[in-house]
């Protein structure tokens, strides 16, 4: 399968918001738009897989500044995202799209790349750990609500 990776360009911004819906589909499109927002205000990288004009993977890498569990150095880019489109999956896509994020972050002088994964996305802790990480924690996260 013929596919290239490359940073995102102003006028992926439909098709991202789409392919991101495939892989958060519970999460609402101005959460999206939002959470777009707040990633192109880290300085990180969004990378696409595109075969031919279609938009068929991408990941997500931010840069966080606070403290990133396991990690030796802050700030650290963190892979937010990671997805490749069901059709297009085992031929590398997301391989090629970790590698790129991979020297993305040396480039820039990193030296560790951070990720999480849903405790019951089986298939992703796989493939993260196939790919070089080590898991370093699982934790479950609270909100409690402060009335005024």
């Not at 993977?57 to 500044?65: K, L, N, Q, T, Y």
């Not at 069901?86 to 997301?94: F, K, S, V």
């Not at 990193?110 to 196939?130: F, G, K, M, P, R």
């Amino acid at each position: 399968m013929q596919f290239q990776i490359s940073s995102a360009r102003p006028e992926d911004f439909p098709a991202w918001v789409k392919i991101r819906y495939a892989l958060w589909p519970d999460c609402p499109p101005e959460r999206h738009a939002l959470e777009i927002e707040q990633l192109f205000a880290t300085q990180g990288l969004v990378a696409f897989a595109r075969a031919g004009n279609e938009i068929i993977g991408f990941a997500e890498v931010s840069i966080r500044r606070d403290h990133v569990e396991g990690t030796t150095i802050a700030p650290v880019p963190y892979l937010e995202g990671w997805f490749v489109a069901e059709p297009h999956r085992g031929h590398g896509i997301g391989r090629a799209l970790l590698k790129f994020a991979e020297d993305w972050s040396r480039a820039h002088g990193y030296v560790e790349l951070a990720s999480d994964a849903e405790l019951q996305n089986t298939h992703s802790i796989t493939l993260h750990t196939q790919l070089g990480f080590r898991e370093v924690a699982r934790t479950v996260h609270f909100v409690k609500p402060l009335p005024s």
